[in-house]
């Protein structure tokens, strides 16, 4: 099990998706439509550079110690969706904007 | 500024006719040319390339553009070019929706037949090329792309899953999105784009697949939220709604002035027309017709809705009244009951609702002059047509469907080899048939 579990968390960054509702989205609106939700998700281990590991050492010789660093390349969107549209709970249409990736990357 | 408009097509077909007038090899007229459908961007081609047709039909244009029927009869140089015409390609010519080129050629097919008609009568023929797909292939798809089984869940809302489906299409989503976001009032102004709105809602239901629109538009309800859902729809507080109604001739002459709503509306006339020969009430007992010229309509003044969000009646109405219609009334109330009070109509969106539809005559089946679907051929006529229920039946509301699909299980399927279709719904585009049907043919035009 634990196995399974390391090996689906050493998949390289790319975009996932799920069916969810809006009111799952948790952004304060009330419906119940089905959107599709792309995430991403993965490692960035190939991505770590030269300055990951220099920022790593410095910060391991407490040559900065206050600040908020990180020494890890993060998979995150590189480009979202198109708009949503959707009918609420009370009737209203919504459009909203960049709730779903569309194009994922190791930055 | 409309004559305006007109002038300027006139110059710019003028164009294209001697860019044309070259190879006039290409199109050695064929006698019997104007049996075979053609749309009427081709037809124009094949005319520009003989040079009689072409001259007679620059000239009908020109009497055209007087606009007076009358006056342009009297005059023989028109009367002439128009009994020519009669034997070239334009004549019987057709147009897709959503084709290229569409605009122009509803303005081709609308010159011919505004010289042969005068465009004053009640029905006007649709400029359309016949629908010859069926509702149930239509729901074979839909199940497939919603990947539901659709008798597990019955109580759920069908307006919210096919709302889901179109989410779950990116096409579909898109330009959802994008009508939504165009028609949907800014929280800070009055009004919304009303213009911008109807042109994003056209091209929703002119691109996406009718497997997804039709689902949206006529999902069956039993409770009142879904039926709101359904009426919400097109958005009708920006594309349906105004401060007052106006007449419903009004709106039908404004219609009329062009092409594009004006062949929307003969299109939905010559398939939804309420038939009282057919099982249906439908011309052909076509559905899939029907519902393809009501949503065709979407997107122009004359859009039809749903008027209230009532689950048990289903009454649509363009957003006009009858009110300061003078003498005119009894044509205003004809006019709105074909929507308010069409069985045709009627039938076809509870059919689809609930995953009904009846099979075409099996005998002289329609003969798609492009796409040939061999299985709705080759397929037995009924008996798949029910495996292909989306839904449960809805006893409580459904009344004239069920009793129709019941009455053809029962007594009329075995009758069904006798079964003529009073209408001749395959003569335009069966070759054989038009030969049988030139009657009806030259009925209909000279009415």
């Given at each position: 099990n634990r196995m399974k579990r390391a090996k689906a968390h050493h998949k390289p960054c790319s975009l996932k998706e799920l069916e969810v509702t809006v009111s799952e989205l948790g952004l304060g609106y009330t419906s119940d439509e089905t959107v599709l939700f792309r995430y991403c998700s993965g490692t960035c281990d190939s991505s770590v550079r030269n300055y990951d590991l220099s920022l790593r050492n410095v910060r391991k010789m407490r040559k900065i110690k206050k600040e908020k660093v990180r020494a890890r390349p993060c998979c995150r969107p590189l480009a979202y969706d198109d708009d949503i549209s959707f009918l609420d709970a009370g009737n209203r249409y919504h459009t909203v904007n960049e709730v779903s990736a569309k194009e994922c990357g190791c930055v | 500024m409309i004559v305006a408009g007109v002038f300027c097509l006139f110059l710019s077909l003028d164009k294209v006719f001697h860019t044309w007038a070259g190879p006039s090899s290409l199109a050695a007229q064929e006698p019997h040319g104007w049996r075979t459908p053609v749309d009427c961007v081709r037809a124009n081609e094949l005319c520009a390339a003989e040079s009689s047709c072409s001259s007679r039909y620059r000239t009908l244009r020109q009497c055209l553009a007087g606009r007076d029927r009358n006056t342009m009869l009297a005059n023989k140089e028109c009367q002439a070019a128009l009994e020519v015409l009669q034997e070239s390609p334009l004549y019987g010519c057709h147009c897709k929706r959503g084709m290229k080129k569409e605009l122009l050629c509803l303005q081709i097919y609308w010159s011919i037949h505004l010289g042969l008609?005068?465009?004053?009568?009640?029905?006007?023929?649709?400029?359309?090329?016949?629908?010859?797909?069926?509702?149930?292939?239509?729901?074979?798809?839909?199940?497939?792309?919603?990947?539901?089984?659709?008798a597990t869940n019955s109580k759920s809302n069908h307006c919210l899953d096919a709302a889901k489906a179109c989410n779950l299409n990116d096409n579909c989503k898109t330009l959802r999105s994008t009508y939504i976001?165009?028609?949907?009032?800014?929280?800070?102004?009055?009004?919304?784009?009303?213009?911008?709105?109807?042109?994003?809602?056209?091209?929703?239901?002119?691109?996406?697949?009718?497997?997804?629109?039709?689902?949206?538009?006529?999902?069956?309800?039993?409770?009142?939220?879904?039926?709101?859902?359904?009426?919400?729809?097109?958005?009708?507080?920006?594309?349906?709604e105004d401060k007052e109604k106006p007449n419903c001739l009004d709106l039908r002459s404004q219609c009329r002035l062009d092409p594009l709503c004006r062949s929307r509306l003969a299109d939905f006339h010559t398939n939804c027309q309420a038939s009282f020969q057919s099982l249906t009430s439908c011309p052909g007992d076509n559905y899939q017709a029907c519902l393809g010229s009501y949503a065709g309509l979407i997107g122009f003044d004359i859009s039809p809705n749903y008027i209230d969000s009532s689950t048990t009646s289903l009454i649509v109405s363009p957003s006009c009244s009858c009110r300061g219609s003078g003498n005119m009334g009894e044509d205003c109330e004809k006019f709105l009951k074909d929507f308010t009070e069409n069985p045709c109509l009627r039938n076809a969106i509870q059919a689809f609702g609930n995953g009904t539809d009846i099979s075409p005559p099996p005998k002289n089946p329609p003969v798609p002059p492009v796409t040939p679907s061999p299985k709705v051929e080759k397929s037995p006529p009924l008996p798949d047509d029910i495996n292909d229920s989306n839904t449960i039946y809805d006893t409580s509301m459904i009344t004239t469907c069920t009793s129709i699909q019941k009455s053809l299980t029962t007594d009329l399927m075995p009758e069904q080899k006798t079964f003529v279709d009073p209408k001749g719904s395959s003569s335009r585009h069966s070759i054989t048939g038009t030969l049988s049907a030139l009657p009806f043919l030259l009925v209909k035009v000279a009415l």
């Open positions: - | 008609t005068g465009g004053e009568e009640f029905y006007e023929a649709s400029p359309y090329e016949p629908v010859t797909s069926r509702l149930s292939d239509i729901f074979r798809l839909a199940s497939i792309v919603s990947g539901m089984d659709p976001a165009n028609c949907n009032k800014p929280f800070d102004t009055y009004r919304c784009n009303r213009r911008k709105c109807h042109k994003y809602l056209r091209q929703f239901f002119d691109r996406v697949p009718s497997e997804y629109t039709f689902r949206m538009l006529f999902c069956s309800c039993k409770d009142q939220a879904c039926a709101e859902r359904r009426r919400q729809t097109i958005v009708p507080d920006c594309s349906y």
